[in-house]
């Protein structure tokens, strides 16, 4: 599974997540995109999972019909 790790994801979470490729969106320099432009781009990737710490993202983008799993982490620790 390739996972990307959206801005605030503690990237310390790597380790606990076995063998799946995760990258972040700083190493894909997409830390200055919108979320609308980050969510194209993962998707466009091939990305299966996006994990992001907004939990405004339902609210401020439309999440129906992405071909991208999002998993909102309500804390950062």
């Known amino acids: ?40 781009r993962a998707e466009a990737s091939g990305f299966d999972l996006l994990i992001t710490t907004d939990c405004n993202l339902k609210h401020q983008q439309v999440l129906a019909g992405r071909d991208l799993a999002i998993l909102v982490l309500s804390t950062t620790s």
């Open 1 to 40: 599974m390739q996972i990307l790790f959206d801005q605030g994801v503690p990237a310390p979470l790597r380790r606990h997540l076995g063998d799946h490729r995760i990258t972040t969106a700083s190493e894909l320099t997409c830390a200055t995109l919108t979320d609308r432009e980050l969510l194209d």
